[in-house]
């Protein structure tokens, strides 16, 4: 189920703006909860999953726009991506200490693991930028940088000609 907000935010999020990382957060991570906790019977290890799917959703956006579909589906199919890496170790654990009682149908995930997810956009650095990102000299070149340069080479051109 695409909605339109869905589709907004997620073209949001390949033009870098973390606000719309965070509402489809808001609107479909107790759904990508569900099912990491349904997998691993972890709070924790579900938390973590949430995380690194809203995480890889930020670096992997323009991934949607190539296969379409929904894009509830594509954050669940992030999520059974992550599933699938944290392997039978994790699975095992789980199950060790698996508890009777699944998570009530409203999930309410911790203010910290939402602020999680954006340190870890924030906190990636260069090593995980995506190729689309503006390299990190175009970050630096601010306005103050523009004006210096024009006035360097005004006076340049005024010393060449006078």
């Not at 949001?12 to 099912?35: M, T």
């Not at 200490?97 to 998570?103: G, I, K, L, N, R």
């Not at 954006?118 to 940088?145: K, M």
């Amino acid at each position: 189920m695409t909605t339109d907000q869905d589709v907004l935010f997620l073209q949001g999020v390949i033009a870098g703006r973390p606000s719309a990382l965070l509402e489809l957060y808001d609107r479909h991570a107790p759904l990508v909860f569900k099912q990491a906790y349904a997998a691993l019977r972890d709070k924790l290890a579900a938390e973590d999953v949430v995380q690194e799917t809203f995480t890889a959703a930020w670096f992997e956006a323009r991934s949607w726009v190539d296969g379409g579909g929904a894009v509830v589906d594509w954050l669940l199919q992030l999520a059974r991506e992550r599933l699938q890496l944290k392997g039978a170790a994790t699975a095992t654990r789980a199950a060790a200490t698996a508890s009777d009682d699944p998570p009530t149908s409203a999930v309410q995930l911790p203010q910290s693991l939402r602020d999680r997810v954006l340190d870890s956009i924030y906190g990636a650095g260069d090593r995980l930028r995506p190729p689309y990102a503006r390299p990190q000299w175009a970050r630096a070149a601010t306005g103050r940088w523009l004006v210096w340069a024009l006035a360097l080479i005004a006076l340049a051109l005024v010393l060449l000609f006078a």
